[in-house]
């Protein structure tokens, strides 16, 4: 299967600061990339669909100004999370679709962020 | 908006057991469902993807059905191992922006 390599794994960083993660499909291009985060013990929950060339599709009561996302190029797309406090705090993974019609998600192995 | 549930949310069965994961879903309009497997603090292993066109998928252990009329389907494991312990997701892929909306997820416990 293709590969989707998500950078980095883990990461904790200070109330205030910002942290950017990177999510590359390292075998493919993928025109549309799309960002989850995961709580303790619950499912996957989409935030965001980005699109290379453009602006990311936010779900609803997701914060764009604070989940900033940038689909710079085919194979790399980057979420930043801004200013961020403890209760960010969760475990962040990426999904990429090779082609655009009936094609399998690849995920990215994911990124525990803690913020202290 | 989709909306994907699974049960049971958590079993446990002795080893070597044959088991049954469901996975419902509410809207029928999907380009395809995959089935997961998360290990603990880690990230997502595929193991099955269904096309909508599809009935069934099978690999080594594993046979997930797809009954897309009715919103269902099912992860059927054949002889279960401590080392299937993990928690499995079920993914339905729809809508304009082909988004997978994962379920609830069942946690699976195998006991040896």
Known sequence: GAVVSQHP?????????????ECRSLD????????????PKQSLMLMATSNEGSKATYE????KDKFLINHASLTLSTLTVTSAHPEDSSFYICSARRGSVNTEA??????????V | KQEVTQIPAALSVPEGENLVLNCSFTDSAIYNLQWFRQDPGKGLTSLLLIQSSQR???????NASLDK????STLYIAASQPGDSATYLCAVNSGGYQKVTFGTGTKLQVIP
């Not at chain 1, 493919?28 to 709580?39: E, G, I, K, L, V």
């Not at chain 1, 609803?60 to 914060?63: D, H, L, Y």
């Open chain 1, 106 to 115: 690849f995920f990215g192995q994911g990124t525990r962020l803690t913020v």
């Open chain 1, 28 to 39: 493919f291009q993928a025109t549309t990339m799309f960002w989850y985060r995961q709580f």
């Open chain 2, 69 to 72: 009329s009715s919103g269902r």
């Open chain 1, 60 to 63: 609803q009561g997701v914060e």
């Open chain 2, 56 to 62: 069934e998928q099978t690999s080594g252990r594993l």
């Open chain 1, 9 to 21: 794994s883990w990461v904790i960083c200070k109330s205030g600061t910002s942290v950017k993660i």
